[in-house]
């Protein structure tokens, strides 16, 4: 079956970094564009990167996306990080041609001195 499992996430301090990685299993990983979402309480779940694509503007210069299509993961380094990054991230795999999707169960990160 097809599963998406976030890990990396946690607590780390103003100006730290973090490293989210999402393994893949159960579907065909290079026939899909990886995706990373965040949701922080009381907001709508926003697109903070892409690959294919591009990165939200609240995160250019500080986060990257990467993958690994051998090992079927997909990275989001975030560096610099600042309160308002505090959300549960998840990873989402969208297939490039049908658009048909799945998501992870997410993961918490909190930036907090």
């Known amino acids: 079956q097809v599963q998406l499992v976030e890990s990396g996430g946690g607590l780390v301090q103003p100006g730290g970094s973090l490293r989210l990685s999402c393994a893949a299993s159960?579907?065909?990983?290079?026939?899909?564009?990886m995706n990373w979402y965040r949701q922080a309480p009381g907001k709508e779940r926003e697109l903070v990167a892409a690959i294919p694509g591009g990165y939200a503007d609240s995160v250019k210069g500080r986060f990257t996306i990467s993958r690994d299509n051998a090992k079927n993961t997909v990275f989001l380094q975030m560096n610099s990080l600042k309160p308002e990054d505090t959300a549960v991230y998840y990873c989402?795999?969208?297939?490039?041609?049908?658009?048909?999707?799945?998501w992870g169960q997410g993961t918490q990160v909190t930036v907090s001195s």
């Open positions: 159960g579907f065909t990983f290079s026939s899909y564009g």
């Open positions: 989402n795999a969208r297939h490039l041609l049908s658009r048909s999707a799945y």
